[in-house]
């Protein structure tokens, strides 16, 4: 019976029991023995995905380069591929400003909190030697908050001792301090074996990967087709790897979601809790992340793919989204993103192997709406007025930070430090919006994988290396 269900009706079945089955055992007291016991299985299953997922990108792209006909072919590829990413990232940040502008969440905290918020801010403006008051209002100074500033700097002192923050904050720092240039240094390896092994370096994963390639097709046919050989029988190894892994995926969800609310609290109160505090916020987002995946990728679909219509492509690249939710990971989903482009849409082994490994490390579509969305939601509950050209700076710092993103959970809260104190803001008010950050990371992974899917059809359409299957194997 099971053996006929859809791999994607398995995980969502698997998602579905995770989340009631943590709430019953938050309820009965159960969460040490899910943390314990069942998470780990969650674990194992990420860590089997990850393992798989750099050397099937770096085969993969070898594989896609050296067979390509004409090396001239690269270049254009390639630069179709950054375009339309870029094209995307832009099109997400502007959505989430337009949605965060016209529903104001900040504006549905509690009036007497969003001043206390407002004084801490100018308290912070006022300490820091390159802060300043963006909107010129001053709170500090009016006699009717006087007696609210001591409540202020007591709450000021408690964020800046958040040591979550301090650890972000640090990061980001260092990121600030590359020159112009480290994104392109940052591109090439100093030792590609140190590149394998490190997940977060896999721009010079696919960087060594093109190059390689590339060597292959300059060189005789007939003294690298052994090599080349080599390549596609390895590649074809790692594939069977995520074929394997991928028929136990429904009870490895299952674990993964239990794990995951049963660490962020221990009765079913406290979830509830921890989301109605920003349920405004949370919903602006989702909703922001649901235009993407509804609207304006089937736009683009719609358009520019005859014969594919979006409920079908959804249905087609499903088990990756579900996938992507679970991880939170667009690199961890990577293996299974691949196959369903290339099995169930029928984008060419060429296009899928050279435009989803680059997808799944620049392109956050997912992650630069929210931190846009939070970035304005955090001015809005600290009634802090962000004009034109600051929303128009944090598009164009959500953009560049986003290639800089790491495809890795959580990796969006260092590049919002960044977009904070782009525009003036203090970067401690990232502790806010800790407690929902879990789970809409896993909702925009969703639509960065989706994305990443979109763009790889549309690219094998204008290559001609589309063929669109009657019949999907799902």
């Given at each position: ?297 089937p736009g683009l679909i719609s ?79 600290h009634l802090v007025d962000l ?88």
């Amino acid at each position: 019976m099971m053996k006929k269900i859809p791999l994607h009706w398995k995980i969502i079945i698997g998602l579905i029991l995770g989340i009631i089955y943590s709430l019953v055992s938050s309820y009965l007291g159960w969460n040490k023995f899910t943390i314990d016991w069942i998470d780990p299985f969650g674990v194992i299953f990420i860590r089997l995905l990850k393992f798989i997922a750099v050397p099937l990108v770096l085969f993969s792209i070898i594989a896609g380069v050296s067979a390509l006909p004409d090396p001239a072919k690269l270049g254009r590829m390639g630069a179709k591929t950054l375009f339309a990413y870029l094209v995307t990232t832009v099109a997400a940040v502007t959505i989430g400003l337009v949605l965060v502008n016209t529903l104001k969440p900040g504006n549905y905290i509690d009036e007497g909190q969003r001043v206390k918020n407002r004084l801490k801010y100018e308290l912070w403006a006022k300490a820091t030697p390159s802060g300043r008051i963006l909107d010129g209002k001053d709170y500090l100074g009016n006699p009717e908050y006087a007696e609210l500033v001591g409540a202020a700097t007591q709450a000021m002192q408690a964020e800046e001792g958040n040591t979550t923050v301090e650890e972000r904050m640090r990061a980001a720092e260092q990121f600030k301090e590359q020159g112009p240039l480290q994104f392109v240094v940052d591109f090439v390896p100093d030792n590609i074996f140190a590149a394998l092994s490190d997940g977060g370096r896999m721009l010079q994963v696919i960087f060594f990967g093109i190059f390689f390639g590339i060597v292959l097709l300059l060189l005789p046919q007939e003294k690298v087709k052994p090599v080349i050989d080599l390549v596609n029988g390895i590649n074809e190894v790692f594939l069977k790897m995520v074929e394997i892994v991928m028929e136990a995926a429904p009870f490895f969800v299952f674990a993964l979601m239990a794990g995951v609310i049963a660490k962020m609290a221990d009765t079913p109160g406290e979830v509830v809790e921890i989301f109605k505090g920003l349920l405004s916020y949370s919903v602006v987002v989702v909703l922001g992340l649901g235009a993407m995946i509804f609207l304006f990728y089937p736009g683009l679909i719609s358009l520019l793919v005859k014969g594919l219509s979006y409920s079908e492509f959804l249905r087609r690249i499903s088990p990756a989204q579900f996938l992507a939710f679970s991880t939170s990971s667009s690199a961890a989903t990577l293996p299974v993103t691949m196959e369903c482009v290339r099995d169930n849409i029928g984008v060419s082994q060429n296009v899928t192997n050279f435009v989803l490994p680059i997808g799944a490390t620049v392109n956050m579509d997912g992650t630069s709406l929210y931190q846009a969305v939070a970035v304005v939601f955090l001015a809005q509950m600290h009634l802090v007025d962000l004009n034109l050209s600051q929303q128009i700076t944090i598009v164009l710092t959500a953009t560049l930070a986003s290639i800089g993103s790491a495809a890795v959970p959580s990796a969006g809260l260092v590049m919002m430090i960044i977009v904070l104190q782009s525009v003036g803001l203090n970067p401690a008010w990232i502790a806010i919006i800790f407690p929902v950050d879990r789970i809409l990371d896993m909702c925009r992974t969703v639509v960065n994988v989706t994305g990443d899917a979109t763009v790889s059809s549309l690219i094998a359409k204008s290559e001609g290396e589309l063929e669109v299957k009657a019949e999907p194997a799902l």
